[in-house]
């Protein structure tokens, strides 16, 4: 079998990446950067280098596969966030169809199912519709909760505040996390299978906690256990986003992402359809095998 991997050698498409070639598949790695061509060789697999904003390229790079991997990569410069996903939603289904390709596996987001007010996961939502519109392709779309790797943006509150926070949260507000080695492993496994058909919705989440629970692990790693967590107004969370240098367009989606998940909007459709089926990395392991070597650091 031949896949086209977006995503270059990343947390998620690395192991996907490393998995295939070691079942004696033939594997085609995207990267915008020259300088990742010996890493994605030395694994045994062919890049691709070029820009997914490019039309012509991404249908060259899709060209003989049998399945692609499918993911945006984030842009933190963009004037027009969901402008740009679309751009390359619209280039991948094009490559899809010049290529006549039968099976993708995409990386989507919980929220997704809103199509408005979820911040950059609206783009996810466009680019689940403009495949659903293929005629032919079977689509896995993989619905990942909150990133633990998120949480290492606390490390600064935590050394200069002693807090935690978002403009989410509370003592009983419940999040589900989720770690992109248990992200890998799950479109390893269905690029492997291949046994899917038409269009289906998997939720990904390895971990489900409260923010107050987040709190006290991430403080207890930094050595300061009574580290509450703290809720943000959406003016205080987007200026300090601003603050940080992050620019309008970036700022304001991040901020109308929290509010969705605030609101309950963003996991209202994960805790509908909760399987209770669990991945290994739990928050323990994160905060102490992650969160307090990068604390340190």
Aim: proline share 4%; aromatic share 8%.
């Amino acid at each position: 079998m031949k896949y086209t991997i977006t995503g270059s050698l990343g947390h998620i498409s690395k192991p996907i990446v490393e998995g295939l070639v070691k079942a004696g598949h033939e594997v085609t790695v995207i990267t915008s950067k020259p300088g990742n061509a010996g890493a994605i060789e030395s694994i045994g697999a062919t890049a691709a280098i070029g820009d997914v904003a490019d039309q012509a390229f991404v249908e060259a790079a899709f060209a003989g596969a049998d399945a692609v991997y499918l993911m945006i990569p984030p842009k933190s410069d963009v004037t027009d966030w969901r402008g740009h996903m679309n751009q390359v939603a619209d280039n991948y289904i094009g490559a899809i169809r010049a290529n006549d390709i039968r099976f993708a596996v995409v990386l989507s987001s919980i929220g997704a199912h809103l199509g408005a007010g979820c911040g950059p996961v609206d783009g996810l939502y466009d680019l689940e519709q403009k495949l659903k519109a293929v005629d032919g392709l079977s689509a896995k779309i993989l619905r990942p909760s909150y990133f633990f790797y998120n949480l290492f943006a606390m490390i600064p509150m935590i050394k200069h505040m002693g807090i935690t926070g978002s403009n989410f949260g509370g003592p009983a507000f419940k999040l589900a996390l989720v770690h992109t080695n248990d992200i890998a492993a799950v479109a390893l496994q269905e690029l492997l299978n291949l046994d899917f058909t038409g269009h289906q919705i998997r939720y990904i989440v390895s971990d489900e906690v409260t923010t107050d629970e987040i709190a006290g692990a991430l403080g207890a790693a930094a050595g300061k256990p009574e580290t509450p967590w703290v809720v943000f107004t959406d003016e205080q969370q987007k200026g300090g986003m601003l603050q940080a240098g992050l620019n309008e367009e970036v700022a304001s989606n991040y901020t109308a992402m929290g509010e969705a998940l605030r609101t309950g909007k963003m996991q209202e459709d994960y805790w509908a359809n909760r399987t209770g089926q669990l991945g290994k990395v739990k928050l323990a392991d994160f905060a102490q095998n992650e969160f307090a070597p990068a604390f340190q650091a």
